[in-house]
């Protein structure tokens, strides 16, 4: 078995709210990745989770706030988010962060929407 | 110059044709290689790794040329549900970890 779940599917926020992402799997996987796709683009990377320890943030900017609270969970938290962070947010997840060949298998998504 | 380039086609073929797609990357500390299916709307699904002996799946067919820093997915007799958009993906050290780099994607659309 080879899912990752995300919740919510679909998010509308304000730009003065407070949101969370949630993704979660049960493959043993020990890194989990956001990521973030616009229309027509690919995904690109936010951050990356070795073995619970945040190991890459690509610059995000602070508003976006993720956490690691076991090897089975990532959540990313948003505050005070801006209309261009409307996107498909991805999650993913590895079996070895350290090994080149590690598949990464994407979680379905949510659709974030920022008004 | 992107790190990983592939042509954003669309490729419009009919039923049952073959259809090969590119791909470059210009960071030779690349250590791996997948191709990803995306559907419109829905996330990047695996396809397949990319292997320098190539490999075989099905109709697919994926070749890996170190080298000249090419890779390479044949796909035979086309079906409708092979139209997405195909990513080509490098895997290398990104500092602390293995990170993912996307090509663009190209179109694939599949004709009755």
């Known amino acids: 078995d080879t899912e990752v779940t995300q919740t919510p599917k679909h998010l509308v926020m304000g730009m003065t709210n407070k949101k969370s992402l949630k993704c979660e799997q049960h493959?043993?996987?020990?890194?989990m990745y956001w990521y973030k796709q616009k229309a027509k683009k690919p995904p690109e990377l936010m951050f990356v989770?070795?073995?619970?320890?945040?190991?890459i943030n690509e610059s995000v900017p602070s508003r976006f706030s993720p956490e690691c609270p076991n090897s089975s969970l990532l959540n990313l938290h948003l505050h005070a988010l801006q209309p261009e962070d409307s996107a498909l947010y991805l999650c993913?997840?590895?079996?070895?962060?350290?090994?080149?060949?590690?598949?990464?298998?994407f979680g379905p998504g949510t659709r974030l929407t920022v008004t | 110059r992107k790190e990983v380039e592939q042509d954003p086609g669309p490729f419009n073929v009919p039923e049952g044709a073959t259809v090969a797609f590119n791909c470059t990357y210009s960071?030779?500390?690349?250590?791996?290689f997948f191709w990803y299916r995306q559907d419109c709307r829905k996330e990047p699904k695996l396809l397949m790794s990319?292997?320098?002996s190539g490999n075989e799946d099905g109709r697919f067919t994926a070749q890996l040329n170190r080298a000249s820093q090419y890779i390479s997915l044949l796909i035979r007799d086309s079906k409708l549900s092979d139209s997405a958009t195909y990513l080509c993906?490098?895997?290398?050290?990104?500092?602390?970890?293995?990170?993912?780099?996307f090509g663009t994607g190209t179109l694939l659309a599949v004709q009755p």
């Open positions: 993913a997840s590895s079996q070895d962060p350290g090994l080149a060949g590690s598949e990464q298998y």
């Open positions: 493959m043993g996987h020990r890194a």
């Open positions: 989770y070795s073995y619970e320890k945040l190991s």
């Open positions: 960071n030779s500390a690349s250590q791996s």
């Open positions: 990319v292997y320098s």
């Open positions: 993906v490098v895997s290398r050290y990104g500092g602390a970890t293995n990170k993912l780099i």
